[in-house]
């Protein structure tokens, strides 16, 4: 049957009309914005991921050349947190390994092959300063010492203790107080004040924690001593 011309303009608009709703439906509102982000995203190249920065050893942000040795020294945080010494992204002194205490934590390292020689905790609030004496004053030419403060590292020590660090390359030692955070490396036989020391004065004023000064984080690279001559 054929449409008269009423008709078939009506048809025609119905037509329009639905073809209209079905556009809408699939590409229009809520729904055809969802469709087109669809088709949109699709065409797209996924964004990367952002790279992490890279980490060297002991968390170092760039290695260390050849023949030298990556270390971490951290303070410990007022009596609660305990100190770090960590040497080629091994720990060698931390609560993890239970083998810090209050006063001076200290590590020692053949400045030869870069090897672990001792670890000991020496407590200068209320301990025997002796023990340290005998601790320090035997220590071979070339031995690396890694020294991390905890809780007071200053009050029992006397005019040789001081000096015995002093020979190892220590600046701050001569003026360090009660309850003042230090890092320390030094060695036995260096012939100038060594670099890598760092000291922060307990003050009211400008303490972190109550009664204790914030906690000192340093690193570096230390080179290796040449074997000596027999």
Not at 106 to 123: E, H, Q
Request: proline share 7%.
């Amino acid at each position: 049957m054929r449409l008269t011309g009423p008709l078939r303009a009506v048809a025609v608009l119905l037509l329009v009309g639905l073809t209209w709703l079905l556009a809408n439906t699939f590409f229009g509102g809520e729904s055809g914005s969802s469709v087109r982000h669809f088709f949109s995203s699709a065409s797209k190249e996924p964004t990367p991921a952002e790279p992490r920065p890279r980490r060297y050893k002991c968390g170092l942000s760039a290695p260390c050349p050849p023949k030298h040795l990556a270390f971490r020294l951290v303070s410990g945080a007022a009596n609660v947190i305990g100190p770090k010494i960590c040497l080629e992204d091994k720990m060698l002194v931390s609560s993890v390994k239970n083998n810090v205490g209050r006063g001076l934590n200290i590590a020692l390292v053949n400045g030869v092959t870069g090897a672990l020689l001792d670890t000991k905790t020496f407590d200068t609030w209320a301990g025997d300063i002796s023990e340290l004496l005998k601790f320090l004053r035997p220590l071979h030419e070339g031995t690396l010492v890694f020294v991390a403060s905890f809780d007071d590292a200053a009050t029992k020590l006397n005019d040789e203790s001081r000096r015995l660090f002093e020979e190892l390359g220590s600046t701050a030692v001569k003026e360090l107080a009660f309850r003042d955070s230090w890092v320390f490396v030094g060695a036995k036989g260096i012939e100038n004040k060594s670099p890598f020391e760092q000291r922060m004065k307990n003050s009211k004023s400008s303490n972190k924690y109550e009664g204790w000064p914030e906690s000192l984080e340093m690193d570096g690279c230390i080179p290796l001593r040449p074997p000596l001559e027999a």
